[in-house]
């Protein structure tokens, strides 16, 4: 549903989006993540026609974002990090504008009902954009971007500024748009990247430096091959006998466990010793009370590959997502 192959944007000497490849199939979400100033922003500019890209190309429900701008517009619902409101309108009139300019002739009003119903904002429908609340402000620029029922929807951070409940809410909207609609959220907040997202993108000065599912890129760093074992053996005893493990390539004592030894046992890339761990512990007499994959949280991975200092760590994260 949407394709970027090799798209860059350059001002000048400086280069805010440098030779971006990623795919969106129909009807998936897909998180867009990066720290500011990393390129989120150009980049979902030039998929929804707002500017040009220096190179490269990319294709909305089968359409050149730059060679057929009208027809891929069509089928594109934006939501900007600041909505796009006329402060002078009422919501109702707002919405009624936006869907008469998107192209829509019949049952306007009651599209604008449904619309404002299903984003929790038909109770200001009479109020004037520029009294709303930020939350409200937010809602009425999400229901703008779906009025025209697009094929694709592209959010920059759609709960900015919302209640708890709101988001919650929000978040199930996007969830329940899935499928009938392909969408690119983005967003600094991984929780909802982890909760509504099939597909992450990770983005760093320009770069994508991860790509894949949330669970696969939890899943594939160092945790994946590393096991926590509590036991309540002999400490030392335990740990040579998870040293003797064949597989095992070392063995951590967690400083922080605060009742049983607790270690963490490192394997070889692709060995599963979890079973032979087991069978360590308790042929021995003693008791497990916890056997489980220590697995990096999707903060983790968002820091180890944006930051300067990790750079050979994130080197790896993108040799082993591109190794899958």
């Known amino acids: 549903m949407i394709e970027v192959d090799h798209l860059s944007k350059r001002y000048g000497p400086v280069t805010a989006v440098d030779d971006v490849s990623f795919r969106v199939e129909s009807g998936q979400i897909l998180g867009f993540l990066g720290p500011n100033g990393a390129g989120k922003t150009t980049t979902m500019r030039i998929l929804t026609g707002y500017m040009p890209a220096t190179s490269g190309r990319a294709t909305v429900a089968g359409y050149d974002v730059f060679e057929q701008p009208l027809e891929a517009k069509k089928r ?9 409101l006329y ?5 109702r009139e707002y919405l009624t504008f936006v869907a008469k300019i998107k192209g829509l002739r019949a049952n306007i009003k009651d599209r604008v009902d449904a619309v404002m119903k299903r984003t929790w904002v038909a109770d200001m429908a009479d109020r004037h954009c520029a009294k709303l609340s930020k939350g409200y402000k937010q809602r009425v620029g999400l229901a703008q971007a779906i009025i025209h ?27 329940e748009l899935a499928g009938t609609h392909t969408i690119v959220l983005s967003t600094h907040i991984l929780p909802e990247v982890s909760q509504t997202c099939q597909r992450v993108v990770i983005i760093n000065k320009g770069r994508v430096v991860a790509e894949d599912s949330p669970e696969n890129l939890t899943h594939r760093m160092h945790g994946a091959a590393t096991v926590i074992v509590q036991t309540d053996g002999p400490p030392a005893e335990a740990e040579a006998a998870l040293r003797n493990v064949q597989g095992v390539t070392g ?3 967690d400083p922080q466990a605060a009742a049983l030894p607790t270690f963490e046992v490192d394997s070889e890339r692709g060995a599963d ?18 056997l489980r994959p220590l697995r990096l949280s999707l903060e983790d991975i968002f820091l180890t590959v944006t930051t300067e200092e990790t750079g050979e760590a994130a080197a790896a994260v993108e040799e082993e997502v591109a190794n899958a």
């Open 76 to 84: 594109t619902g934006y939501l900007p990090e600041t909505p796009p």
């Open 149 to 175: 029922n697009p094929d694709v929807l592209v959010l920059d951070e759609p709960t900015a500024g919302l209640d708890p409940k709101q988001i919650i809410e929000t978040r199930q909207l996007i969830r």
């Open 251 to 253: 063995v951590r004592t």
């Open 87 to 91: 402060p002078d309108m009422t919501v």
């Open 273 to 290: 010793v979890r079973r032979e761990l087991a069978a360590a512990i308790v042929t021995r007499g003693w008791g497990l009370t916890e």
